[in-house]
Nanobody, 124 residues
Framework: QVQLVESGGGLVQAGGSLRLSCAASGRTFTHYNMGWFRQAPGKERAFVAAISSTGARTYYAEPVKGRFTISRDNAKNTVYLQMNSLKPEDTAVYYC?????????????????WGQGTQVTVSS
């Protein structure tokens, strides 16, 4: 099984950029589709983006389309989330997650491995 550790969060001004990384341990990283989720205070965890095990397919939530890019480097067992044109409403704890389904999925309950999260704060 894979274990996940996020990094790269921080404080940034509106309009700025951040790149999150999620490092996976274990030799089965290439078996997993990977997703990014976020949870703002008082809100439920929400889907942000997903990428297939080979990187050939990606999917984004509407609020981040055109601003965020998910990618992965299977040689480094790492998935990334490049976040541009950040807005205050992007402020949340960001989590990466792993799923072994054949198809990409956006459901929190469908991902079975999670990282501990990294805080992203966007100031206005």
């Amino acid at each position: 099984q894979v274990q996940l550790v996020e990094s790269g969060g921080g404080l940034v001004q509106a309009g700025g950029s951040l790149r999150l990384s999620c490092a996976a341990s274990g030799r089965t990283f290439t078996h997993y589709n990977m997703g990014w989720f976020r949870q703002a205070p008082g809100k439920e965890r929400a889907f942000v983006a997903a990428i297939s095990s080979t990187g050939a397919r990606t999917y984004y939530a509407e609020p981040v389309k055109g601003r965020f890019t998910i990618s992965r480097d299977n040689a480094k067992n790492t998935v990334y989330l490049q976040m541009n044109s950040l807005k205050p409403e992007d402020t949340a704890v960001y989590y990466c997650a792993a799923d072994q389904r054949v198809y990409l999925t956006t459901g929190v309950a469908e991902y079975d491995r999670w990282g501990q999260g990294t805080q992203v704060t966007v100031s206005s």
